[in-house]
């Protein structure tokens, strides 16, 4: 079983920056192709960023682009989100998520199969 866990959440002035780790375990992560997700209070759950398999390719969300980069170091089984100058619209819960498939980026969360238990990110003016 793939288990997920999110760590460096916190809170931050706007302009801030944070980065975001997800440690996978039960498997090795460089078979998923992986993403982030966020969701805000009344809120759907929304598509960041995700990476393929081989960390080659990356997708991001329009709002995001240029702000955050994320990464994976499959040797370390860890995947990253890099967020800099961030806006008090980046307030959400963070979630890491594994593919059931190993091409990817995927955008949409039905193509992730294990989810972490999110990571608070709160952003203030």
């Known amino acids: 079983q793939v288990q997920l866990v999110e760590s460096g959440g916190g809170s931050v002035q706007a302009g801030g920056s944070l980065r975001l780790s997800c440690a996978v375990s039960?498997?090795?992560?460089?078979?998923?192709?992986m993403g982030w997700f966020r969701q805000a209070p009344g809120k759907e759950r929304e598509f960041v960023a995700a990476?393929?398999?081989?960390?080659?390719?990356?997708d991001y969300r329009d709002s995001v682009k240029g702000r955050f980069t994320i990464s994976r170091d499959n040797a370390k089984n860890t995947l990253y989100l890099r967020m800099n100058t961030l806006e008090p619209e980046d307030t959400a819960v963070y979630y890491c998520?594994?593919?059931?498939?190993?091409?990817?980026?995927?955008?949409?969360?039905?193509?992730?199969?294990?989810w972490g238990q999110g990571t608070q990110v709160t952003v203030s003016s």
């Open positions: 039960g498997s090795t992560s460089s078979s998923y192709a």
């Open positions: 998520a594994a593919s059931a498939f190993s091409m990817g980026p995927y955008t949409r969360t039905k193509m992730y199969a294990y």
């Open positions: 990476i393929n398999f081989s960390g080659v390719t990356t």
